[in-house]
């Protein structure tokens, strides 16, 4: 080991300066070094080009020429004189309400039946999980589409038996939306894995002694599981609740916000406003007002969560 080194004056020890090699070995040092990437990603892709739209949300910016300060223009437009923004924002609110709770419910059930242990476990997991990857894609978006159209295969298999149906199931102001929320709900798998990460971390001695007690499996369900299982409905709930208001493949291929706008998604209109009717200030004021529902909705859940949800840890 280097010992310091002594002023020849004071006699006070002098620290000897670390090489680059030293610096760089450094535990925090090491951990600025690894989590760089990270940060300079979010930098450049998330925070600078939110602070940018929030700065155009304030212009009339059509991409090609440069911004022209407006105020809040933007948004006098979109809450007193665009008509249809009040439409598409109701669509949207309708699809998430209905959506969110039937996909939880559904990601639910399905992990109560693969909590038990089986040799084929692992592959209905992987099945039942494989939908929330690729649901969202282009591809399956122009299935669904062919699938519910007059002469598809849902109208088909229902004159097999023996139900004469011709419905155009997306082209009925009706219909069209409950055939994305169809879609949405049969994208439960990431939800279903963490109802079963929490369906395992329940103590079976609880459900031993609630046997014992002669409750059956309706009592043990709302009494045992349902509570114990507050804490992953919840982050469900956030995390559907967030991404269900980011919707906008399956409006935009499968129904293209029709019939009637009927099926036109907040994401959707905003894409449109911004790059197809060249207004990206008023696409910026659009995007910033829904952060502020979302965050609204996010914080409200939040706030009531030590009404309804159990943590153990809490007693």
């Known amino acids: 080991m280097k010992k310091d080194s002594h002023d020849s004056k ?20 090491a951990g600025y070094v690894f989590i760089l990437p990270f940060i300079i990603g979010f930098v450049a892709f998330m925070a600078l080009p939110m602070l940018l739209s929030f700065g155009f949300s304030f212009t009339r910016y059509n991409i090609l020429d440069s911004p022209v300060f407006i105020g809040l223009e933007n948004y006098k437009t979109m809450f007193f004189e665009d008509s249809k923004f009040w439409r598409v ?7 998430v309400f209905a959506s969110v709770p039937l996909r939880l419910l559904a990601a639910l059930l399905v992990a109560l039946l693969l909590v038990r242990k ?12 494989l939908p ?21 295969v849902i109208n088909s298999l229902l004159g097999l038996l023996g139900i004469p149906c011709g419905i155009a199931w997306l082209g009925r102001s009706d219909t069209a939306i409950w055939m994305l929320i169809l879609l949405a709900v049969w994208q439960f798998g990431s939800s279903m894995l963490i109802f079963l990460s929490g369906l395992k971390q329940i103590p079976v001695n609880l459900y031993e002694a609630a046997t014992i007690d002669g409750a059956g499996w309706g009592m043990k369900f709302f009494k045992i599981t349902f ?65 502020l529902v979302v965050g609204l909705l996010t914080l409200i859940l939040f706030k009531t969560q030590n009404k309804w949800v159990y943590y153990e840890s809490e007693g």
Do not use: H
């Not at 004071?10 to 040092?29: F, Y």
């Not at 592959?123 to 999980?129: A, E, G, I, L, P």
């Not at 929330?132 to 598809?152: E, N, P, Q, T, Y």
């Open 10 to 29: 004071s006699g006070k020890p002098v620290k000897s300066r670390k090489t680059l090699r030293q610096i760089l070995c450094d535990e925090k040092v």
């Open 89 to 95: 924002f109701g669509v949207t609110m309708y699809y």
């Open 118 to 129: 089986s040799k084929l476990s692992g592959f209905y997991r992987s099945v039942y999980y």
């Open 132 to 152: 929330s990857i690729i649901g969202s894609s282009v591809a399956v978006a122009i299935l669904w589409k062919r699938m519910f159209a007059s002469d598809g």
């Open 227 to 291: 509570p114990m299982l507050t804490p992953s409905i919840f982050f469900n709930t956030v995390n559907q609740l967030i991404t269900g208001f980011m919707v906008f493949t399956q409006s935009y291929i499968i129904t293209q916000g029709g019939p009637r706008d009927s099926t036109r998604f907040y994401a959707v209109y905003m894409y449109q406003n911004s790059f197809t009717y060249n207004k990206l200030g008023y696409g910026c004021a659009m995007a910033w007002f829904m952060i």
